[in-house]
């Protein structure tokens, strides 16, 4: 193990409160099985089947994400519900894996679209600088794009166009004595 894969790792931990507190192993298990189930479940109903068994998942989440003998796929689904629990571990957290070129494609892909869906509320701009850096990357540069642009249009605030404008305008007025 490199030295710069060291200091990542504590970097995560530290970030996410690891060193502070101890993850209930039962706990860990369940969420565990619940990423491995192999059948296409919605995203919806893997993150309501985690929160039944805890009320805030993230630590859980990253110390799973970061399991060597987890597989790819259940990591990935791990880094994607990060999305819903914005924290700054898991920030933390998903910032190293988008910067860690040892990281597996895919997972350093939902670690950007997580990154973007569940950040950019809070500070687009922090979020636009940090993805924007990785635009150009060979492997991961579509994915960043096409997360910043969803984040983008999934963030933005209602602009009708002139015809909703003029719609509104309508039925602002009131109705004259001829109808």
Do not use: C, W
């Not at 790819?72 to 571990?89: E, F, M, N």
């Amino acid at each position: 193990m490199n030295i710069r894969r060291i200091i990542i790792l504590i970097t995560l931990l530290y970030g996410t409160g690891l060193f502070a507190q101890s993850l209930n192993s039962a706990t860990y298990k369940e969420i565990k099985k619940v990423l491995l189930l192999t059948s296409h479940q919605r995203q919806s109903e893997v993150k309501l089947s985690i929160e039944r068994l805890t009320p805030e998942p993230s630590a859980y989440l990253v110390a799973l994400a970061s399991d060597p003998q987890l597989r790819i796929y259940a990591k990935q689904k791990a880094i994607s519900l990060l999305q819903y629990y914005p924290t700054s571990g898991s920030e933390v957290f998903l910032r190293a894996r988008i910067a860690d070129v040892s990281v597996h494609r895919s997972l350093r892909a939902s670690a950007a679209q997580s990154y973007a869906s569940g950040f950019y509320r809070r500070d687009a701009a922090r979020v636009e600088a940090f993805l924007r850096s990785f635009q150009a990357d060979r492997t991961i540069g579509v994915s960043v794009l096409s997360a910043l642009r969803t984040a983008r249009i999934m963030n933005r605030e209602f602009v009708p166009d002139e015809r909703q404008i003029e719609q509104i305008r309508q039925q602002r007025q009131p109705p004259t004595k001829n109808q």
